[in-house]
């Protein structure tokens, strides 16, 4: 969402927790002093609540304001030394219209909370026993002017200054409690996503731990006893035709020899499909793929590599061994060409090839079935399907 005149659309605004906090405080303070304005007059000989209608439409237009402005100084980003003057003039008007309607307490429940939003506890605190001071002396100014000179003025002033400290206090008090809840909300949640980031990366380690092992001891056990035993097939075979053994002996010697290579060739890319290159550039292993691949693939790569979690990565990686091996199984001998682009805070990886002699396109099976999973637990999509007379591999996925 783009910001229009510096303010930023609502769907792309989240406050952050102390936003939150001093946006519901302070915003109930200018209500409180917007109400007391409306039902308390400042003549006693007026009768109550009656007002004018401009009167009431000034006062609710004046608390308007003073709520946009709180919302925009809590707005993200840094601001100009030029927007912190609007915001101060702002504060002195909040402050001499609560004064001039309402009472010193109102000065407290809002303009600390707002300084709150820049300013450590300590500096908050003197200021706001600085504004205390200021706002007793201007209340104190207000006609009728005490003399001060009996003790039901000093009482007066006594109970003033409860009442402040009660009302303030109480107020800024529960502001504090709430904004460290929410901060600690806040930092809670971040550390359970990071929590799950790294679980989700323990895993995926686990994971590729196991297949690293798994492909180690099919190529080391069964690769070994099916490459010892297609090389005695062959033997077999030649020893029959020097024999001039019969021919159904020889047919069948042929077979065996020619299912064992089979055998051999599939256990071969099965063991290369689960072996996993661990903490690797994509680029390198992209070009790895390819260099040892039977088929022609044309790539086309960005500049520079983008960043990426290791198990977006992975699916990067596996997403283009699935593409290849699909090609392999039902298009052989068909170019495949590889795309990969990074614009907009998102990855796509196409990868194209024309159908097979026979016409079949390659849909490919369960691999891709995993994939589909697999990328939308990222976040990102894949999509394999026949445009007129190619196979498309298309991937997407989110950067971070």
């Known amino acids: 969402m783009s910001p229009v005149l510096g303010l930023p659309r609502w769907p792309a605004w989240r406050p952050s927790a102390r936003a939150q906090a001093v946006l519901i405080f302070a915003g109930l303070g200018v209500l409180t002093t917007l109400v007391r304005t409306l039902v308390i007059p400042l003549d006693a000989q007026e009768d109550l609540p009656v007002m004018h209608a401009g009167q009431v439409a000034g006062r609710v237009a004046g608390a308007a304001a003073f709520l946009a402005i709180i919302g925009w100084a809590m707005r993200p980003g840094r601001r100009r030394a030029g927007e912190f003057v609007v915001l101060g003039v702002a504060g002195v008007a ?131 006893h099916m490459t010892a035993l297609h090389l005695h097939a062959q033997r077999a075979a030649l020893l029959a035709v020097q024999a001039d053994a019969p021919a159904p002996l020889q047919e069948a010697l042929g077979q065996v020899q020619r299912r064992g290579q089979e055998v051999v060739t599939g256990l071969q890319e099965v063991v290369r499909t689960l072996r996993v290159p661990q903490g690797f550039s994509l680029f390198a292993a992209l070009d790895a793929l390819v260099d040892q691949w039977p088929g022609v693939v044309r790539v086309h790569l960005p500049d520079a590599e983008p960043a990426m979690q ?48 026979d016409g079949r396109s390659g849909v490919g099976g369960q691999g891709l079935t995993g994939l589909r999973a697999r990328v939308a637990g990222l976040g990102g999509q894949l999509s394999a399907a026949r445009a007129e007379e190619e196979f498309e591999v298309c991937l997407t996925l989110p950067l971070p």
Not at 173 to 178: I, P, Q, R, V, Y
């Open 94 to 224: 909040y402050a001499a219209w609560a004064l001039w309607f309402d009472r010193p307490a109102a000065v407290l429940m809002v303009v600390p909370m707002v300084l709150r939003y820049w300013w450590p506890l300590r500096r908050t605190l003197w200021v706001s026993a600085g504004l205390l001071v200021l706002s007793l002396v201007a209340y104190a100014l207000i006609p009728p002017v005490a003399s001060f000179h009996t003790a039901e003025d000093w009482q007066g002033l006594v109970q003033l200054v409860v009442l402040t400290l009660i009302q303030g206090g109480f107020a800024y008090a529960a502001f504090e409690l709430t904004l460290r809840r929410n901060e600690e909300r806040q930092l809670l949640n971040a550390a359970l996503l990071k929590l799950e980031v790294s679980q989700a990366q323990q895993l995926e380690r686990m994971a590729l731990e196991e297949r690293a092992h798994l492909s180690r001891e099919l190529h080391d056990t069964i690769g070994h």
């Open 310 to 357: 290791p198990e977006k990565r992975l699916a990067v990686y596996r997403c283009v061994q699935e593409a290849l091996t699909n090609i392999q199984k039902h298009a052989p001998g068909q170019t495949a060409r590889l795309h990969l682009d990074v614009q907009s805070g998102a990855l796509t990886l196409t990868v194209r090839n024309a159908l097979g002699v």
